[in-house]
């Protein structure tokens, strides 16, 4: 692949973080992220969950928009608000525990993803990188999170 050929996967997945960012818009605020890197290195995984007192419970979201996209090589053509839609009619079971406020988490995830760069993909932790008080990027960024976010990392 030469430098200027558009690496898909990333495209594809980085859609992931905007649709979550469209569930934060439509009240679904307690629904959190958290990136990872696969242990081969090859693959970026996310989960959505809800962090709540009465339970905890994640959806893998890589997997997914995996089966929408199909084919690495291509582009998804949904917009962000197809693809919300979509989630959210497969998903309401999981998001009636997102419902509810958490600004802070909303307005620190808004800039963190519209700091990325096209195909720039954030992680929380790597078989090689724990977490911390910030987030790694595929492009060797570095992005602060909120204080004692790691805290939601790991099961």
Known sequence: ???????????????ILFVAYELHKRG??????????????????????????????????????GRISEDDSLEITKSI???????EKENMDFL????????????WFGKMINNLQEEEL?????EYFSPDD???????NKIKTLPNENRYNYD
């Open 81 to 87: 608000s197809e693809l919300t839609d979509l989630f």
């Open 28 to 65: 679904y605020e307690k629904l959190r992220v958290e990136p990872s890197v696969a242990p081969t290195g090859l693959a970026w995984r996310c989960r959505f969950f809800v962090n709540s007192i009465q339970e905890k419970q994640a959806i893998i979201v890589s997997t997914w928009i």
């Open 1 to 15: 692949m030469n430098s200027k050929e558009k690496n898909y996967y990333n495209i594809n997945m980085q859609k």
């Open 96 to 107: 009636v525990k997102c419902k509810g406020e958490s600004h802070e988490y909303v307005e």
């Open 122 to 126: 954030p992680y929380a932790f790597a």
């Open 134 to 140: 910030y987030w790694e990027t595929t492009l060797d």
